[in-house]
């Protein structure tokens, strides 16, 4: 059984179009994230939810909403797509409060925005 | 706030020779430290981590780091590379109050 799930795998999209990426996980963790991931590797955070609430936020523009229906899911929309939204993003889950703890990464969305 | 430097962009081995990948920190309080591997096309998979118990941590396929607060280090380690070793692998940190902090990530390339 997959732990951390994401659809698509891949997504190729027109500038300013809106996309969804959804993520399931199946370990009963409390906190959920998002990370972006550029073509240098450079991993960044963009947002965390504990049972359903944000609780970071890095600065990252509002084009960007993640939306969390309960706590198995985390998905994430991105409005007016520009072409520096290209990049590979990836869920993950963890099992307490906070990022102290070991991280459960999904498979990545590699997006490209033509 | 915590940090993490990984130093070098690209390591290239051969097949059967040492690895090695460097890490430093900068924590303000005792950190707990982290290493992922990242397969191509494949999110990112935990090797080990460090929470304050045993210096030595062993993970899986055959590496190990070592925690070092003198030197503020915890380096990757394996005896032997292998061909499947190929991949980036990441050095994390996080401490409590402060979200996790990943490295620019090492390349590992190995030569047949």
């Known amino acids: 059984d997959t732990a951390v799930s994401q659809t698509p795998k891949y997504l190729v999209t027109q500038m300013g179009n809106d996309k969804s990426i959804k993520c399931e996980q199946n370990l009963g963790h409390d906190t959920m994230y998002w990370y972006k991931q550029d073509s240098k590797k450079f991993l960044k955070i963009m947002f965390s939810y504990n049972n359903k609430e944000l609780i970071i936020n890095e600065t990252v523009p509002n084009r960007f909403s993640p939306k969390s229906p309960d706590k198995a899911h985390l998905n994430l929309h991105i409005n007016s797509l520009e072409l520096g939204d290209s990049a590979v993003y990836f869920c993950?889950?963890?099992?307490?409060?906070?990022?102290?703890?070991?991280?459960?990464f999904g498979p990545g969305t590699r997006l490209t925005v033509l | 706030a915590q940090s993490v430097t990984q130093l070098g962009s690209h390591v290239s081995v051969s097949e059967g020779a040492l690895v090695l990948l460097r890490c430093n920190y900068s924590s303000s309080v005792p950190p707990y430290l982290f290493w992922y591997v990242q397969y191509p096309n494949q999110g990112l998979q935990l090797l080990l981590k460090y929470t304050s118990a045993a210096t030595l941590v062993k993970g899986i396929n055959g590496f190990e780091a070592e925690f070092k607060k003198s030197e503020t280090s915890f380096h990757l380690t394996k005896p032997s590379a292998h061909m499947r070793d190929a991949a980036e692998y990441f050095c994390?940190?996080?401490?409590?109050?402060?979200?996790?902090?990943f490295g620019a990530g090492t390349r590992l390339t190995v030569k047949p």
């Open positions: 994390a940190v996080s401490d409590p109050g402060n979200d996790m902090r």
């Open positions: 993950a889950s963890s099992q307490e409060t906070g990022l102290y703890n070991e991280q459960f």
